[in-house]
């Protein structure tokens, strides 16, 4: 599938664009009310919270109060008898005022809590949301993957980045264990003593395929992985730029070994690296959204998920803007779609559409129109 604007020239990205769009908004729509929600929910609590303070604070006062007045009262007697009620009477003012301060303590606590279960749960609904949209929808992101053996099982992450905002899924890969066998058989170089009394190094090929794959790291410019035999005796960390390899072996850097260098099978080690690299995409049972940062901030937490809305606004409404400028009609948002045999169909959102859904969420709504560049002028 081939994707174009409206006069046939090719989209910056190759997907459904009008599609992203649509999801886009319906994404913002049920998130921006959840936000809206958590911010409300967050104030309560505060406002319930400096309520019950208060009421600690006038507990406090009403017991001083109490107190100097019974000192005052009781200045200048001397009767053993007097001197006792008092004494009792203080004390029980005490008592019963650190009673009911626990008693706003523990209402405080609960509220919080209670508040912190809701939020959370909102808040995994935000997440679970938005997971989808961001595993394959945000343009010009950088990625890195990573997957490492924890609890003798191979679990992985995903971290994304763009203008700013980061963020981070958890994987789960189709196979608990990967072996170097399971992409491809692979031998690499290593030095060999032999002979019983000259002890004189050799090349020897070691067979690898059966060591396992137990550190991964796959970026735009870089690609690591770690093998070890089962019980760790031999452990090679192979880096590759797409162009050049970097081979250690314990201390020893296999491809600085001019002898050992020239032994490696190339073609075979490429193949393995792209392997890896399509594992670690390719071989994902799921996907979990877990994290989003921006500018550095739990975009979640500090509740500034909608900064992070606009600023995928802007990044597409950018391609709307061109959209409109190469299209024929000024107040629809087309693009051509080019099957197998040019079989070509049109998308389109119109502009008004794509406003009202917005608009319908409120001011926050109608400023994601605006960045988008189709509000209603």
Do not use: W
């Not at 393995?272 to 959204?289: D, G």
């Amino acid at each position: 599938m081939k994707y174009t604007f409206q006069d046939s020239t090719e989209l910056p990205v190759q997907r459904d664009f009008i599609q992203d769009l649509q999801d886009f908004i319906r994404i913002s729509k049920e998130v921006i009310p959840l936000e809206k929600s958590i911010i409300g929910i967050k104030r309560v609590n505060i406002e319930e919270t400096e309520i019950s303070q208060k009421g600690i604070e006038e507990i406090d006062r009403f017991q001083k109060e109490v107190t100097d007045c019974i000192e005052e009262y009781s200045r200048g007697i001397e009767s053993r008898e007097i001197l006792e009620i008092k004494s009792r009477t203080m004390e029980a003012c005490t008592n019963i005022s650190l009673l009911k301060k626990n008693e706003k303590l523990e209402d405080i606590d609960r509220q919080n809590r209670l508040t912190l279960i809701e939020v959370r749960q909102l808040e995994e609904r935000i997440l679970s949301i938005l997971s989808p949209f961001f595993e394959t929808s945000i343009y010009d992101a950088e990625h890195t993957f990573y997957a490492s053996i924890e609890d003798r099982k191979l679990k992985g992450s995903q971290v994304s980045s763009v203008d700013g905002m980061r963020y981070e899924f958890e994987l789960n890969f189709e196979q608990d264990v990967l072996k170097v066998e399971d992409l491809q058989k692979l031998t690499l170089p290593v030095r060999s003593k032999s002979g019983f009394l000259s002890r004189e190094e050799k090349v020897k090929k070691l067979d690898v395929s059966g060591f396992y794959v137990t550190n991964i790291e796959y970026g735009r410019n870089n690609t690591k992985a770690v093998i070890e035999d089962k019980d760790a005796e031999h452990r090679f960390i192979i880096s590759s730029d797409g162009r050049t390899f970097l081979i250690m072996h314990g201390d020893h850097e296999i491809t600085g070994d001019e002898k050992l260098a020239s032994a490696i099978d190339k073609d075979a080690l490429s193949a393995f690296m792209m392997k890896i690299k399509e594992f670690v995409t390719e071989s994902v049972a799921s996907r979990k959204l877990r994290l989003i940062l921006l500018d550095g901030k739990n975009a979640v937490e500090e509740n500034i998920i909608f900064d992070c809305l606009k600023l995928i606004a802007d990044i597409y409404g950018k391609l709307v803007k061109e959209c409109i400028e190469k299209g024929y009609t000024k107040g629809e948002i087309t693009i051509k779609m080019v099957e197998s045999g040019s079989i070509r169909t049109e998308k389109y959102i119109s502009k008004s559409e794509a406003s009202g859904e917005l608009s319908s969420t409120g001011p926050e709504g109608m400023e994601l129109a605006g960045i988008l560049g189709v509000a209603e002028a």
